[in-house]
């Protein structure tokens, strides 16, 4: 079919109890900035009759109305959603309202931006494989190699990337005493505490998973020296412009023009207002809408972005310490298909922050990803599994743990 534009990932099992050691010094360097490849990611339009019907896209269409219009009025959910297979649009819709305000009470837009929380970890791995693949770094170079002060030694790329560093969670590491300033801090004042304070560590480095902000700060802070750039104007650069995101940005970019369509987050009809971390950026920030994130999704199976060889190792699961259907791999997490394998069944990324909900989900296999934005704290964005069953026609599409919490 002519319209196809990118194919299916296959997964590769590792054969070691964890991966993150050293491959990188094989890469293939490639220029740093991405082409400019936003058009190669449109179908022929006389080609999507045939894969609407071919996928039932009418049918699934009514069936995921149904779903959301469910978890719209009995659990309240509100924001803007899109699911898309094969490269076509199979469900998009928006419920309720950007702000609650009285004074400035407005509809959502598809072109409202959330907060994407902790999905924004995927943008800042990519970042990271993007300097990789232009031979900028190695996944083995050691945090010192760019920030020499860093106290904690043993900790290389990789071990960040798939969350196995073991170091402290910079939002718990540091006692008032430390935090004395009343600026709220940014990367670099962090990166300062830690070198000043050198908070105990939460384990050892690669000694096991465990889930840390900490990691992906450290990760947009190497971008920054590594680049030369502002991560923000690295994303801007390599990933947002060639990538055709026009409505996707990091919170510190200064620009009074991208706030427009900016949704506000709440908890029930409370706004919840700025917190003390918000500067800190890499394991969150980034402002995106649905149909950004298609294009995302759509960039990174193909090989305009990054290599498929380079994709293959993102999605791999990293941590086998435990048995259990959830893993991760650089910036993604994923659900294998069962206890015992290596191999993915779902890859995906979900984020909380400030009243924002938010779900990023794909089946690699089924070519569908299945997007929600949500600026009301609601635990029904990460409850999908009605919403798989129908994209992939199968009733016990989706058998593992109902809710993905952050």
Not at 235 to 262: A, E, H, Q, V
């Amino acid at each position: 079919m002519r319209g196809k534009i990118y194919q299916t990932i296959l997964f590769i099992a590792l054969g070691s109890l964890c991966a993150c050691t050293g491959k990188s010094d094989k890469q293939n360097k490639t220029p740093l900035v991405t082409r400019s490849c936003a058009e190669t990611f449109e179908l022929d339009p006389k080609d999507i009759p045939e894969i609407k019907e071919k996928i039932h896209a009418e049918k699934k269409a009514w069936q995921l109305d149904t779903i959301f219009a469910k978890k719209v009025k009995r659990e309240g959910f509100n924001g803007n959603v899109l699911v898309a297979q094969h490269g076509v649009v199979v469900y998009r819709k928006k419920f309720g309202y950007a702000s609650f305000d009285r004074k400035m009470k407005d509809t959502l837009k598809y072109d409202s931006k959330f907060q994407l929380a902790s999905m924004s970890k995927t943008f800042t791995a990519m970042a990271v494989l993007k300097l990789y693949e232009a031979g900028k770094i190695k996944l083995d170079d050691s945090v010192q190699k760019f920030i020499p002060d860093f106290p904690y030694h043993g900790i290389n790329i990789q071990m960040l990337l798939c969350h196995r560093s073991g170091l402290p969670y910079y939002a718990y590491a540091f006692d008032d005493s430390v935090r004395k300033v009343r600026t709220p801090p940014d990367n670099n004042q962090i990166l300062k505490w830690f070198a000043q304070s050198k908070p105990k560590p939460y384990n050892r480095p690669n000694r096991s998973f465990a889930y840390n902000n900490s990691n992906y700060m450290v990760l947009a802070s190497i971008v920054e020296r590594v680049s030369g750039l502002s991560f923000d104007q690295f994303l801007k650069k390599n990933i947002f412009d060639p990538l055709g995101m026009k409505n996707t940005y990091l919170s510190t970019t200064k620009n009074d023009s991208i706030n427009l369509n900016r949704t506000m987050g709440y908890e029930g009809r409370r706004k919840i207002q700025t917190d003390y971390y918000d500067f800190v950026i890499g394991d969150k920030g980034i402002y995106s809408t649905v149909d950004d994130l298609l294009r995302w999704y759509k960039a990174l199976n193909s090989d305009c972005f990054l290599s498929k060889k380079t994709m293959k190792e993102a999605w791999e699961p990293r941590s086998f310490e435990r048995k259990g259907l959830k893993n991760y791999g650089y910036g993604f997490r994923m659900m294998l298909r069962d206890v015992d394998s290596k191999k993915a069944r779902y890859v995906y990324h979900n984020g909380w922050w400030k009243g924002y909900s938010t779900l990023f989900w794909f089946n690699p296999h089924d070519d569908y990803v299945v997007i929600i934005l949500g600026n009301r704290k609601n635990g029904t964005v990460y409850r999908v599994k009605s919403v798989l069953q129908v994209m992939e026609e199968d009733a016990n599409a989706g058998e593992m743990e109902d809710e993905l919490t952050d």
